[in-house]
């Protein structure tokens, strides 16, 4: 008769097989993971409430356009200006881009450069800086516009026109748009000093290209083609400043070197 065999059978608790030490370690091990899910768990809920919270927030009242704000426009309206950039007054703030409404507005006649910044106070500022008229000129129909140092065509004269060029020989387009031929003759007027572009009444542009000025009280000055025009202009100041102005018929600085005066016979 063979002998009886033992089954041990495992009741719950530490196996009486395992050292102690051992099965601290797995038990520990074992929480450390279960407490890493966890955190990870609750870090996905975190995010995902941020996400959706953050865009629901976006949509709200509490991130648009509340007011809008046009600082330095003088010759451009407000609206005007409101109306190039984009931008309407309930827009989402977060989904404007400044730069874009920025370079909209500049697409205005008078306007040079413009910024737009946003506040989280609903207000939204456009600040422009408008261009500086220099010079007028005269369409076919009789009308005067003025025209800044680039040759832009910023719109009807407005007020006293003192101590601006008049441009002819070159016909004026829409606002906002540079007159062709204008570039040399804006250049040469900028080229001159105060003294001396003061006493300029006319830039005159040939049907070639070359460039002349009429001067007050009376005499023209020849320059030729719109180059050089630095030294012209110096040598223009030192002949206006050392020549006898009686009489003078008309000054040439074609050659800056070599200038030629005429006069008006008696």
Known sequence: MSAPTLERLRVDGPDPDVDPRIAARRHSVESERRRRRVRRLLIGVVVVVVVVGGWFLTRTG???????????????????VLAASGVRVGDQLLDIDGGAAARKVEQLPWVATAKVDTGLDGVLTITVTERVPVAT?????????????????LGPVEGDTTGLTSLEGVTPGAPGETIGGADGAMQAIAALGP???????????????TLQLKLNPQGLVVLGPPTDLAAKAAALTTVLGRVEQT????????????????????
């Open 62 to 80: 509490l991130l648009d356009v509340d007011s809008v704000s046009v600082v330095g426009a003088v010759h451009e309206s407000d609206d005007d």
């Open 137 to 153: 000129v005269g369409d076919p129909m009789g009308g005067r516009h003025l025209v800044d140092a680039s040759g832009r065509l």
């Open 195 to 209: 003294g001396v572009r003061s006493r300029v009444t006319a830039a005159v542009v040939a049907p070639d290209g």
């Open 247 to 266: 009489d003078l018929a008309g000054i040439s600085v074609v050659d800056p070197a070599n200038p030629v005066v005429s006069r008006t016979p008696r």
